[in-house]
């Protein structure tokens, strides 16, 4: 009998699943949905769609009114049933009115590289047909033939559900139901923990324990991938093809836990990915466990929203049952033998439109945190509490800045309430400041955001310590890091509770690969302190449910760079897909060859052990710790001239300079909101350790004071409000208007902005125009500061020139003068590498609203090329790795090198030592494995 079958029947016929809904009692369990009721005052006078959930094992009844926002829909999650040939469904319809009500079952298959959602029907099968249940008035019970079922269909049942057409009211009671599989043996939805349904223990666990070592690439699949034959087969294969292959098993941990002797007989690595709070959906209904907008959003309350069920980001972190339930889960986990439980789009969303996002119990936890009656937060490496700190000590650390009840019009922080910003209309905004009486306030936003900040990672804090206890080491994903999502990076490195860190938006874009190469390393040295594991993301399609956007050779390349860049402790992709087989389409199988040239870029590059150049950790651009979007947003800043001219450099905020304290030649500060504390303290380490300081405008000078944000954005305006930075040069608080038109050695100035004047006698103008200094070198009395007198980012050649004189006045590392190209480079033992981007590439990639572009290898057209003078001592060969060849060989060291590429968006070239000639064959047999891929056809997938 096949083993799948044999599984199921285990499963199935366990007394867990059997009882009859007949022979159980009310008091026999504990509803997870009793008596909840639903709150319909925040939908501003329309009366929502009532569901009375009373004792599910004895029945549920469903009152249904149409509402301004149309018909909602019930859906039941079903946890994640692998083997389903019948429903059977007993209901009652007490009254219906011009309305039809429609039964639905959804699967998940990933097919077609996405989410098939697929409708049961007595009829033919057909995608998306309906079934509408009779409108009779009498006791009806249903029986529904899954025409999608099939012994050899890769999927499983995610939910099913009634949805409801027509003019209604809709009044009916469902009293049971049951699902049938290809034995006959029934499976009651009601006879199990509801709440808990994706960690329900299964009947019997295989010993031994799954392991999430580090070195592994990660396929993200169903945990029942290893449960049937074909899975199994797939896997083994790939494991040919990647001996360091684990699987990132998604969205039914028992499965995980069940097939685990699969997985520890052949050694492939295994942990389970949870979907923000979508596994835990029931609980976190159960107890209101969802973020309210300003307008009374919730999918606690407002028709339509389906639960928690694929909506899993906007739940309420600070609800302490939904924690409760959380712990639950990791512990179960642990007691499964799962050794990691990772937490995908681990953000704090905003409601709907705006940034609001809070819960029932948001405000208290609030309160609690500002009065510092909360736990706090520990701070350290890994699984030690070597710090315990408050809110203000971390707003102070965080933000910069002290906070006082009567800064935003109150008289204790018992009183606190927040303010909300983004309203997606002047309606929206009225309603809230009528409601709560608060209006809006640049300081109480910016204490709202920072309070999300806290509270985020003390989630993860909490939860981590259950992991700890029970051996299932917690895994923090956010999409990025984000000021206004509380997406805190720098915060999860320095908590003590999480172990492995993901940065999801290091392969969504091909963009991140520039901005890696100078904030990766800082990344890999914080991963290091605080023993942290930094784990590589590379979703296979956006949100790792759409067509590929990269081509493989792209991809390859991409990684290849990453890894250089990070030295990541592991990598994972997201979905892979269904099998592929003759009927598969072009976008799965795609997928699959994105996924090994993924992984092998990651291997290869791991193998080498490339390092950046020593060189280029000499300068040091320091920023602010809250988040790219603060970041990027910022309104004068040098990232993109240095980024965009291959200056190199390497960036930490200020927290992590502080913590790890590195050395450098250049220190520029390129950020706002530099505390006071901070600046005194660039001051007294550029003194003792003789670093060299770079400023501008009025940047370095403005501390954060709470108010000088906005939504997500810096506010205009800002000007010199802390002058430690700018005291011993001289730099005056007031500005001009000035406006420049002209050339300097040949370069094309058109400068419209403001204006600094500085008024040290210690002073040497490097550049100047119009008898107007631009760049001063002022000597003090162990270091020297470099001033530019405007605002950076409004003459990006000016700008150029400007960081060229200050590296060249140093004697710094010289970098790649480039034509169109972003130039990454490395070394190790085997020489040194080259990579370069085509900068055209980059820059075209713009795909149409909601789709990707896709991202080619071979861009007609695109010509780049960078020269600089190799860090190798002796004579060495210059190895082009597409193109596999020699470009040309005894090359001289200490002589400057071109590298150029045509039509390509990406290349890589090798400098390697004549005594090392013979890392040739390897590089040639690396690109023969690929150019067989490439090519794909699909019988190389028969697996």
């Known amino acids: 009998m096949n083993r799948l079958f044999i599984i199921i029947l285990i499963l199935l016929s366990s007394s867990v699943f059997s009882y009859p809904i007949k022979d159980l009692s009310e008091d ?7 008596n909840l009721q639903v709150d319909d005052s925040a939908l501003n006078g329309d009366k929502p769609s009532v569901i009375c959930y009373k004792h599910p094992l004895y029945k549920w009844n469903v009152k249904w009114e149409k509402t301004k926002d149309g018909w909602g829909s019930l859906v039941i999650p079903v946890g994640s049933v692998w083997d389903v040939k019948q429903i059977r469904i007993k209901y009652k319809i007490n009254s219906i009115n011009n309305a039809q009500i429609q039964f639905r079952g959804r699967y998940n298959t990933r097919e077609s590289y996405a989410n098939d959602y697929i409708i049961l029907t007595n009829g033919s099968m057909k995608d998306n047909c309906e079934m509408y249940l009779s409108p009779d008035l009498s006791m009806t019970e249903c029986v529904f033939e899954n025409q999608r079922w099939a012994p050899d269909n890769y999927g499983w049942m995610q939910a099913i559900g009634f949805s409801f057409t027509g003019e209604g009211p809709v009044d009916m009671d469902i009293f049971s139901i049951q699902l049938i599989d290809s034995k006959g043996s029934v499976f009651d939805l009601w006879s199990y923990d509801w709440s808990m349904r994706c960690f329900e223990f299964p009947p019997y666990i295989p010993e031994g324990k799954l392991s999430a070592p580090l070195g592994t690439v990660y396929m993200g699949t169903s945990p029942l991938e290893g449960a049937c034959e074909e899975g199994q087969k797939r896997i083994l294969r790939l494991k040919e093809l990647i001996p360091n292959l684990g699987c990132d098993g998604c969205g039914y941990a028992p499965g995980l836990a069940f097939f685990k002797d699969f997985y520890l007989d052949n050694n492939i690595p295994a942990y389970y990915q949870f979907g923000g709070s979508q596994d835990i959906e029931p609980s976190v209904t159960e ?23 694929q909506s899993h980001h906007e739940f309420d972190w600070t609800n302490q049952k939904v924690k409760d339930a959380f712990k639950e889960a990791i512990k179960r986990c642990g007691l499964m033998g799962i050794p990691q439980f990772q937490f995908i789009d681990a953000v704090w969303n905003c409601a709907e439109t705006n940034n609001f996002g809070y819960g029932s119990e948001t405000i208290e936890a609030f309160r609690k945190d500002l009065c510092e009656t909360d736990e706090g937060l520990d701070i350290g490496p890994y699984g030690k509490k070597s710090k315990n700190i408050k809110f203000h000590e971390f707003l102070k650390r965080s933000g910069g800045v002290e906070i006082e009840p009567k800064d935003i019009g109150i008289s204790s922080w018992e009183e606190y309430i927040p303010c909300v910003c983004g309203f997606s209309s002047e309606e929206e905004y009225k309603y809230w400041e009528e409601k709560t009486k608060v209006p809006f306030d640049l300081k109480n936003y910016f204490l709202f955001i920072m309070l999300k900040h806290y509270e985020w990672l003390k989630l993860f804090n909490e939860v981590g310590a259950e992991g700890i206890k029970y051996g299932c080491d917690v895994v923090a994903m956010p999409n990025g890091s984000n000021w206004a999502n509380a997406n805190d990076m720098t915060g999860l490195f320095e908590i003590s509770n999480c172990k492995v860190l993901i940065d999801e938006t290091r392969f969504y874009h091909p963009q991140p690969v520039i901005y890696g190469y100078e904030e990766l390393p800082a990344w890999n040295r914080l991963s290091n302190y605080y023993n942290k594991e930094l784990r590589l993301i590379c979703e296979v399609g956006i949100g790792g449910g759409a067509n590929i956007y990269l081509h493989p050779l792209f991809s390859y390349i991409m990684n290849y760079a990453l890894e250089c860049q990070g030295h990541y402790g592991s990598m994972q992709t997201d979905w892979i897909g269904a099998y592929v087989n003759e009927d598969s389409n072009k976008e799965c199988t795609e997928a699959w060859i994105d996924f090994l040239f993924k992984a092998w870029g990651y291997n290869d590059a791991s193998s080498d052990n490339f390092y950046r150049l020593k060189g280029f950790d000499d300068v040091l651009r320091l920023t602010t710790p809250l988040g790219n979007m603060v970041e990027l947003s910022q309104k004068s800043t040098f990232k993109d001239v240095f980024c965009e001219n291959n200056f190199p450099f390497i960036q930490y905020n200020y927290r992590e300079w502080e913590d790890i304290n590195p050395k450098c030649k250049l220190l520029i500060v390129d950020t706002v909101n530099i505390p006071k504390e901070t600046a005194e303290n660039i001051v007294e380490r550029a003194e003792k350790e003789k670093i060299n300081l770079f400023l501008h405008s009025y940047v370095a000078g403005c501390e954060s004071d709470g108010k000088n944000y906005t939504n997500m954005w810096y506010s205009d305006g800002n000007t010199i409000n802390n002058p430690t930075l700018f005291k011993s040069i001289g730099v005056l608080s007031l500005k001009e208007s000035v406006s420049f038109k002209g050339k300097i050695k040949n370069i094309n100035i058109d400068y419209s902005g403001d204006y600094y004047n500085i008024t040290n006698p210690n002073t040497k103008v490097l550049i100047s125009f119009n008898d107007r200094a631009l760049l001063s070198k002022i000597s003090l009395k162990s270091y020297n500061v470099y001033y530019y007198h405007l605002d950076a980012g409004l003459s990006k050649d000016l700008d150029k020139y400007v960081l060229k004189t200050v590296y060249e006045d140093l004697g710094l590392f010289e970098e790649a003068t480039d034509e169109n190209s972003y130039v990454q480079r490395f070394e190790n033992s085997l020489g040194e590498v080259c990579i370069l981007f085509n900068k055209t590439s980059f820059r075209n ?20 090329k960078a020269t600089f003078t190799p860090n190798i001592k002796e004579n060495y060969i210059l190895y082009d790795f597409l193109n596999e060849k020699i470009i040309s060989a005894n090359n001289m060291p200490n002589k400057p090198l071109t590298v150029e590429m045509s039509d390509l968006s990406a290349n890589i070239y090798y400098l390697i030592p004549e005594s090392k000639k013979d890392y040739i064959d390897t590089l040639k047999e690396r690109k023969e494995k690929l150019n067989y891929w490439e090519n794909y056809r699909l019988e190389k997938f028969y697996f």
């Not at 990639?845 to 780049?864: H, L, T, V």
């Open 28 to 34: 026999m369990v504990v509803a997870c949905l009793k």
């Open 845 to 864: 990639y713009n795909g149409p609203p909601n789709k990707w572009a896709f991202f080619d290898i071979f861009e007609q057209g695109g010509f780049a």
């Open 287 to 309: 107890n209101k466990g969802h973020l309210m907008s300003s307008m009374g959003f919730s999918r606690d309350v407002t028709p339509g929203t389906e639960g928690m069920h």
